[in-house]
């Protein structure tokens, strides 16, 4: 890639948090906005954010929810009705103290979530066993005042889906919590091509509210992790605090049991730190805006652009095509559509059309093909393909390679001191031990895999019986 083109962008090894920054804003994906930790989404990132949801909504459907919407503001008195959520919230809450010139009565609170609205309403429509379950799902923004922002990561406002679901028993909840996680995982492994480990977290780590959590975590290039979907099964705590109740069968009153899950413009920020190098983005191809970018070359020479626009029209209806007609010389296309990750590059030329073929530039390894003219259309969708799972298997080695297990907390240490990454340890359950290694490694509780292994009988911390194998890591 020309110097010119990314003497703006930090190198991976230089400075990772740096280079993510870089790459964010060169490959225009945001702009900041005049308010300290909030994002402007640019056509292109959000484009990518429109692809991603619409694989989500597609699923969310499919398991039988329907979309609503909730209002933007909650009176306090609403908030304070569980304590331990609003408890879990209050550093985080921005506040509405005014409208116009005076004073409200009451201050209304900015949703960073939508528990307790859609809580309110279920207690109006909830009456019988015969109305549920309640599947409903929100496509909203959400505002938590963060002290430490990044785009997408971590920004005071962002875009998710949030889904509240009602149910007559404990066991339908639990599936739903369950059920929901795997959609999340699918969208992650199958659309982003992040591998990723699905779990519980621990009490400490839980939603607050919430009888349990369900998480999906992935590991970053640099080794660290994030936190890339959370699935929460509520229990009856709302519809206590909120009177929720349904008359069941035997026409005794009920409380509903009921779960709540989310998935979030992170993923992007997941997504770009998993799979992007030192020329910038890589997109994996299911989720690229444009999946194959043609660049006609010498395109001032008669047919070329021609055949370029009949080439493109042709191969639309096997991917998502574009193409750069501008006047800006190849070299700085290349780098340009590189630089955004665009899974692959199609160039044609004079000689190229002479010979009845094209050039396939491959963003993930940078391989040159030559590809046939009229074998084109059979061979487009194959190597799309072929990418999508390439991405994956790497992102995976990358996580293998870097998960390591600890048999004490001597051992611990020393892995996190010689590079980061996911560490396998043993746990006895105990907060305090929990505790211990946040404070001794900086690295927390990523989750208790669903997929449990027996590292050692003893917890890595305290030497006592262990119950769990847990994931620690340092986090995002």
Not at 278 to 289: E, F, Q, S, T
Not at 398 to 410: I, V, Y
Request: aromatic letters at 10%; proline letters at 4%; a negative charge.
């Amino acid at each position: 890639m020309a110097k010119e083109f990314v003497k703006e962008i930090t190198s991976m090894d230089e400075d990772f948090a740096q280079w993510y920054t870089d790459v964010v804003r060169k490959a225009d994906l945001v702009d900041y906005s005049s308010v300290r930790g909030s994002m402007i989404i640019r056509p292109y990132g959000y484009s990518l954010w429109e692809n991603i949801k619409n694989e989500l909504d597609f699923r969310i459907k499919e398991t039988g929810h329907e979309n609503v919407y909730m209002p933007l503001f909650i009176p306090e008195s609403l908030l304070q009705k569980e304590k331990d959520h609003i408890d879990g919230f209050a550093p985080e809450v921005a506040w509405v103290t005014h409208g116009g010139s005076e004073e409200l009565t009451e201050r209304l609170v900015v949703r960073p979530t939508s528990e307790v609205l859609f809580c309110e309403h279920y207690k109006n429509i909830i009456h019988s066993y015969r109305d549920l379950p309640k599947l409903y799902n929100q496509r909203a923004n959400v505002v938590r005042w963060e002290k430490t922002t990044r785009p997408f990561l971590r920004t005071l406002e962002f875009l998710w889906q949030e889904g509240h679901t009602c149910h007559a028993t404990d066991e339908d909840a639990l599936k739903e919590t369950v059920k929901m996680l795997k959609v999340y995982a699918d969208v992650c492994e199958n659309i982003l091509a992040i591998p990723v480990v699905q779990g519980q977290k621990t009490d400490k780590e839980k939603f607050a509210g919430a009888k349990l959590t369900y998480t999906i975590e992935s590991l970053m290039h640099d080794g660290k992790a994030l936190q890339t979907g959370t699935s929460h099964h509520l229990g009856n705590g709302f519809a206590k605090a909120f009177g929720i109740q349904f008359t069941d069968k035997e026409g005794q009153l009920q409380y509903v049991q009921q779960t709540s899950w989310g998935f979030t413009t992170r993923v992007i920020g997941a997504m770009i730190m998993v799979h992007g190098d030192d020329r910038g983005l890589v997109i994996p191809p299911k989720a690229a805006p444009t999946q194959v970018m043609i660049v006609p070359i010498a395109q001032h020479k008669e047919g070329v652009l021609d055949f370029a626009y009949e080439l493109k029209a042709t191969l639309s209806q096997v991917a998502r095509v574009g193409i750069d007609a501008s006047d800006k010389k190849p070299g700085w296309k290349f780098n340009e559509y590189e630089m955004k990750g665009i899974p692959l590059r199609l160039e044609v030329g004079p000689k190229d059309i002479e010979k009845g073929q094209v050039v396939l530039a491959r963003r993930d390894t940078g391989e040159k093909i030559f590809v046939l003219i009229e074998d084109l259309e059979r061979k487009l969708p194959v190597l799309l393909d072929e990418i999508q799972r390439s991405l994956y298997e790497k992102a995976k080695r990358h996580r293998e390679e870097k998960t390591n297990a600890a048999l004490n907390l001597d051992d611990f240490k020393v892995i996190l001191d010689k590079e980061t990454g996911f560490v396998k340890a043993m746990w006895c359950g105990d907060r305090t031990c929990e505790d211990k290694i946040k404070e001794e490694t900086t690295a927390t509780s990523r989750c208790i895999p669903f997929i449990q292994e027996k590292v050692s009988d003893k917890c890595v911390c305290c030497g006592a019986d262990a119950v769990h194998m847990v994931l620690w890591a340092k986090a995002y």
